[in-house]
């Protein structure tokens, strides 16, 4: 079996990422409709029905805004946070429901998940850690700072799905208005270019085989400027950094033996 990775769509009108590893499959939220997450799986050769389980990171609507609907749709469970649940309607919204602790492994028919605690303005987000026991794919995204012990979890990662989410000059040049700006920048916001470059450069990347710039701001951020920041800071051509788009996400990504 073959740990593997792609996305649906990534940015703040919505965001889904699947991961697989023989089959098993799980989808790490869902910000998009159930017509257009049924539409976006076909463009990765898979279906709704083959979904496992879908993990929700926390309850804002670019990532929770199709789970509820596709999960009843197709019978599959959820996992989710107490809190990041308290935050969503009501239970019959949700009637596949189990609750996590953000410092409880778990598994899900043979893929281990490490969940792990953010800094961002939800209530309990948590970001993961997927392993199938032979290489592990490490997810930070909705983050507004890197903490000691998001450094400890991303350490020596196989695959990495990273935030780059804004150019933090960018963004204050911007048309954001001064509240807007001060919460994406904040501790509790998302991570800059420079943040992201920070953390690359502060854990062991010498597994990595994968690095993927996700959930860029599309007013407050360039692809060539999270390229130019992540490949500084990897100490890598400009290629091999990849990126996740809105409208398309990426193809599948494996992890080679």
């Keep these: 079996m073959t740990l593997r990775f792609a996305s649906l769509g990534s940015g703040s009108k919505g965001n889904a990422t699947l991961v697989e590893s023989g089959n098993t499959c799980l989808l790490l939220d869902c910000g998009f409709s159930t017509r257009e997450v049924e539409k976006r ?17 926390h309850e804002h609507t670019d990532h929770v805004n199709g789970v509820g609907r596709l999960s009843r749709k197709y019978r599959i469970p ?3 946070t107490s809190g990041s649940w308290a935050q ?9 429901i189990t609750l996590i602790s953000s410092h409880v492994d778990f598994n899900i028919e043979g893929l281990e998940v490490r969940p792990y605690p953010v800094p961002h303005d939800a209530q309990e987000p948590v970001q993961f850690v997927f ?3 032979l290489h592990s794919l490490g997810v930070l995204t909705d983050s507004g700072s890197v903490t000691p012990h998001i450094i400890n979890m991303l350490d020596g990662l196989d695959a990495l ?17 001064e509240y807007l700006k001060n919460r994406v920048s904040g501790r509790l916001g998302h991570l800059s270019n420079a943040q992201a470059a920070g953390l690359l450069g502060n854990i062991d990347c010498g597994n990595l085989q994968h690095i993927v710039a996700a959930h860029l701001s599309e007013k407050n951020n ?10 500084d800071a990897l100490n890598c051509s ?9 409208e398309t996400g990426f193809d599948w990504k494996e992890l080679a033996q």
């Design 41 to 57: 799986l076909t463009r990765l050769d898979r279906s709704a029905e083959g979904i496992t389980a879908i993990l929700v990171t």
């Design 78 to 80: 959820v996992y989710m």
């Design 88 to 96: 969503c309607r009501t239970r019959e919204e949700y009637p596949f």
């Design 131 to 133: 392993s199938d026991g």
């Design 161 to 177: 799905l990273l935030e780059g989410n804004h150019d933090i000059g960018m963004l204050m040049d911007g048309d954001y208005p």
């Design 222 to 231: 360039h692809p060539d400027r999270v390229i130019a920041s992540f490949s």
């Design 238 to 246: 400009a290629d091999w950094v990849e990126l996740a788009s809105q």
